[in-house]
């Protein structure tokens, strides 16, 4: 079965600090995988997918950047966090291309920017 | 900007109750999921409707492509089912999204 993971599960950070958010999908080969953030009471926006290794598209721009350094690991980064980058962060996977399938997500990660 | 507008932003109802919940599209798209978020975040897909009427339990989704709108009918609502249920449509325009409505808030009292 396919398990999706991510980590931290929360953190709190200073501004200005660097960030790096993981997220590892185990059990699926080849996956389209996703970034996306949600303020608090916020909606939740599509930051980056990556359909291949090594290849990531931005969608939103947030000051942030992501990596897919392996097929089943995508990373999300900044090197200075701001304190509008406070949220929640969901990886998300899929077999199919963009909608054309579920996509399924991970618990997600918890920041807090101070 | 492309968006997807949701109603009601929160809606209580007694268990066994049934629900409607409306979305509706600023584009027309023939991508349509429904997801469940629960209280601790973690997102659910809950339906995968592109278009017509498709059933999950009792869950119910319908989805008119040249109305732009899709809706999800809970019937016999369970204390369970409380939280917040997200509509979401496919774009592309260059790059792909899925754009997410602000959610309905679902409490669903004993």
Redesign the interface.
């Known amino acids: 079965a396919q398990t999706i993971h991510q980590w931290p599960v929360a953190e709190i950070k200073a501004v200005g600090s660097p960030l790096s958010l993981g997220c590892t999908i185990k059990g699926k080969s080849s996956p389209n995988l ?1 970034w996306y953030w ?1 303020a608090t009471g ?5 930051l980056f ?1 990556s359909i291949t290794v090594g290849q990531v ?3 939103v721009q947030l000051n942030l950047s992501a990596s897919r350094p392996k097929d089943d690991q995508f990373i999300l980064s900044t090197e200075k966090l701001l304190l509008s980058h406070s949220g ?1 962060y ?1 990886c ?1 996977w899929s077999l199919g ?12 990660t ?1 920041l807090l920017v101070l | 900007e492309q968006q997807v507008q949701q109603s009601p932003a929160s809606l209580v109802l007694q268990e066994a109750e049934n629900a409607e919940l409306q979305c509706s599209f600023s584009i027309f798209t023939n991508q349509v999921q429904w997801f469940y978020q629960r209280p601790g975040g973690r997102l659910v897909s809950l339906l995968y409707n592109p278009s017509g009427t498709k059933q999950s339990g009792r869950l119910t989704s319908t989805t008119v492509i040249k109305e732009r709108r899709s809706s999800l009918h809970i019937s016999s609502s369970q204390i369970t089912d409380s939280g917040t249920y997200l509509c979401a449509m496919g774009f592309s325009s260059g790059s792909w999204q899925l754009i997410f409505g602000s959610g309905t808030q679902l409490t669903v009292m004993p």
């Open positions: 996703y949600q916020g909606t939740l926006q599509q997918y598209e931005s969608v929640f969901l998300a291309w963009g909608n054309q399938d579920t996509q399924y997500f991970g618990p997600g918890r």
